[in-house]
């Protein structure tokens, strides 16, 4: 009985609706959390997994990749493709190509995880998130893509 004479002043009184504008009214003055995307980009997390990238030496622009297929193995969705050759006199193989299949990946991460090398990692995870394109074909990566980034499209209506 006293529960239904509540409900029953609650809803007369509309308490509901006077605690939701309340609600409104305490968050109005405070600084939007809104990012203008793409004006503005929210920054990502430090461990954020983004597309696959390789790596060259900073100083150098070496290749780092010792083509050693590891990467390749490691994926559960056999989503890596790469090979190279032994030039004469070179202690570590060129890599001739790298192909990713980024429509399928699930960025968990274990291609970037088992690369051997060091100090720089040949394949990271990085921070680029804007991967959509027209076409399926787009999604796979070749070499120079995996060095430079995806290139961005460009939404156009
Ligand atoms: S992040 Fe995972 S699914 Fe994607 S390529 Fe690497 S191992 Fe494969
Ligand atoms: S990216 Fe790393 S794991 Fe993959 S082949 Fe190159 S060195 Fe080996």
């Excluded at 029953?8 to 609600?23: E, M, N, P, S």
């Excluded at 070496?62 to 990467?71: E, Y």
């Excluded at 390749?72 to 070179?90: M, T």
Aim: hydrophobic share 35%; charged share 20%; proline share 6%.
């Amino acid at each position: 009985m006293m529960q239904t004479l509540m409900t029953f002043f609650k809803t007369i009184f509309l308490v509901d609706l006077l605690k939701g504008l309340w609600l409104t009214l305490k968050y109005t003055p405070q600084p939007a959390f809104t990012f203008q995307y793409p004006a503005e980009r929210r920054p990502t997390a430090p461990r954020f997994r983004g597309v696959l990238r390789l790596q060259v030496e900073p100083g150098t622009g070496a290749q780092t990749c010792i083509v050693c297929d590891q990467c390749a193995k490691a994926c559960p969705d056999d989503l890596i493709a790469l090979g190279g050759h032994r030039e004469p006199g070179q202690k570590i193989k060129i890599l001739d190509y790298f192909d990713f299949n980024l429509s399928r990946c699930s960025f968990c991460g274990l291609c970037a995880e088992v690369c051997p090398t060091k100090p720089i990692k040949a394949l990271v995870m990085s921070e680029d998130y804007e991967l959509g394109s027209y076409s399926r074909d787009t999604q796979v990566m070749r070499v120079d893509q995996m060095y430079d980034g995806v290139a961005i499209e460009q939404y156009t209506r």
